[in-house]
């Protein structure tokens, strides 16, 4: 499986940005996926996690409330919708699978996307 993450760029302190991820297999239908995020100088942290279906999700208490993380299986896609970014945001963001069941924990997860970069500044 092959993923790739795009959207990311500059945007201001409490704005929106939408970042997708797609893959290269209808596998990733199947599979939950996940948006983990590593900041300039700190090691990658989780973000948010999505089952397959879309019908559980898990939030980092740092971006629950702001973010939402969504599917589109048709596509092969996901979708992290940012809104009301702060500074602390600003990170590389990673996309990722998994098989079976959603995880806050990198080290479960099979396939990586190669990052988007995000940076929240005015």
């Known amino acids: 499986v092959q993923l790739q993450a795009f959207g990311g760029g500059l945007v201001q302190p409490g704005g929106p940005l939408r970042l997708s991820c797609a893959a290269s297999t209808r596998t990733f239908s199947t599979s939950a996926r996940a948006w983990f995020r590593q900041a300039p100088g700190k090691e990658r942290e989780f973000v948010a996690a999505i089952k397959w279906n879309g019908g559980t999700t898990l939030y980092a208490d740092s971006v629950k409330g702001r973010f939402t993380i969504s599917v589109d299986n048709p596509r092969n896609s996901i979708y992290l919708q940012m809104d009301s970014v702060k500074p602390e945001d600003t990170a590389v963001y990673y996309c990722?699978?998994?098989?079976?069941?959603?995880?806050?924990?990198?080290?479960?997860?099979?396939?990586w996307g190669q990052g988007t970069l995000v940076t929240v500044s005015s």
């Open positions: 990722a699978t998994k098989s079976l069941y959603i995880s806050t924990r990198q080290d479960e997860y099979d396939y």
